[in-house]
């Protein structure tokens, strides 16, 4: 539980660090490949709407991600000292999961837009 704890504790500190630089990189590289703030370009172009869809993906994976760090997963820690709720582990372990597969996601597309795919 201990090693669980210091674990999950030092990772979710690099991981959100991680994650802001990407927020800092992602609108540096906007703004540097000149891609517009404009609705009509993620609406009406293919890489648009890629890239719209990447985005939304990555504000779902934050969001999601705040939630299993600060909220879930430290109740679902907390509650294996008292008496371990197979409901709090079982939604920690489901948020976790869906933040690898979105990440994936991410990648996948980010990989596809870079090399001229979408």
Do not use: C
Not at 3 to 17: A, D, E, N, S
Not at 73 to 84: I, M, S, T, V, W
Request: hydrophobic fraction near 50%; proline fraction near 3%; aromatic fraction near 16%.
């Amino acid at each position: 539980m201990h090693l669980l704890y210091t674990t999950g504790m030092r990772l979710r500190t690099v991981g959100w660090i991680t994650l802001i630089g990407l927020v800092f990189t992602g609108v540096l590289n906007l703004h540097f490949r000149h891609i517009p703030f404009e609705w009509s370009f993620y609406h009406d172009s293919q890489y648009g709407h890629w890239l719209l869809i990447k985005l939304i993906l990555f504000g779902s994976m934050l969001i999601i991600g705040a939630y299993h760090d600060f909220y879930i997963g430290k109740r679902a820690l907390e509650d294996l000292e008292r008496q371990p709720d197979p409901k709090l582990r079982k939604i920690a372990s489901w948020t976790g999961r869906i933040n690898l597969l979105l990440a994936l996601a991410i990648a996948f597309i980010g990989i596809g837009l870079s090399r001229g795919f979408f």
